[in-house]
């Protein structure tokens, strides 16, 4: 398919299944999926699908797993963090208080042009998706105002402005040994994101996940990632593409997803 290519690749660690997606294409979009949330439910609870089947019922030629969840209400799941769906905040995210003072958890965005980004921010459910953006996950100094379209939060922090930065340990998402993963990236061209790369590995550690994206990026398109983070990981990660008109699931999984990163090329169906 034009613009969104489907790769398995072999690394020391683990292998890997990715999807990579020209953004400069037309017709390409990325967005976050999520269906059937009640306004007067609290916490917030929506349709938990896997990830082939978010495919068939957005119309997209790609998913992976989102953000964390917690309990389940028949085929629904809690949504946990922050999610922002049209412009939205659908579920908040405030700074939360740690042991050392507060800290903020990554979030996987996508602006009112369409262009993805990654950063440390919290928003108020029911309110519009201007996030509060801060320049460290502790929470320090206020950086900017980030409005979205979509976004996910999870973590941690993979690569930030082009430097491995993994930031485990400051989001409080510390998780030792070598599990399944899945993580999202991408690059930057004269000041837009340029390629967008969604990945599941079978076993790997933070670090590995890390450095795959900054080797990936620099051998497979001569640029540098400019941001990566991970999304939920162990039995949660899945991947689904569309090839040859059928949904294909090199990584299935039987676990449900309330949340989904999702590439559409043409309209979608949401």
Request: aromatic share 8%; with cysteine.
């Amino acid at each position: 398919m034009r613009g969104v290519h489907y790769r398995r690749l072999a690394t020391p660690e683990s292998p890997i299944w990715l999807v990579d997606v020209d953004l400069t294409q037309p017709g390409i979009r990325v967005g976050v999926a999520c269906r059937r949330l009640k306004r007067d439910e609290s916490p917030r609870y929506g349709d938990a699908l896997t990830a082939d089947e978010w495919c068939s019922a957005t119309g997209a030629v790609a998913a992976v797993n989102g953000g964390y969840f917690g309990g389940r209400d028949g085929g629904r799941k809690e949504i946990v963090g922050l999610l922002a769906s049209r412009g939205e905040v659908l579920s908040g995210a405030r700074r939360r208080r740690g042991s050392r003072g507060g800290y903020v958890g990554s979030v996987f965005g996508v602006d009112p042009d369409g262009a993805p980004g990654i950063r440390w921010a919290i928003g108020s459910r029911g309110r519009q998706a201007d996030l509060t953006v801060f320049d460290h996950p502790e929470g320090r100094a206020q950086a900017t105002r980030w409005r979205v379209r979509d976004a996910v939060g999870c973590g941690p922090t993979l690569v930030h402005k082009g430097r491995l930065r993994v930031t485990d340990r400051q989001e409080r998402l510390v998780s030792r040994g070598r599990l399944p993963r899945t993580f999202v990236g991408y690059s930057v061209r004269d000041g837009r994101p340029n390629w967008l790369v969604l990945a599941v590995a079978a076993s790997m550690e933070y670090s590995d996940a890390a450095r795959f994206m900054m080797g990936y990026f620099r051998t497979r398109h001569r640029q540098r990632c400019w941001a990566a983070m991970c999304l939920d990981g162990g039995g949660s990660s899945q991947i689904a593409y569309v090839a040859d008109g059928r949904i294909e699931t090199p990584v299935p999984s039987p676990v449900t997803v309330p949340t989904a990163v999702v590439v559409w090329s043409g309209a979608d169906k949401r």
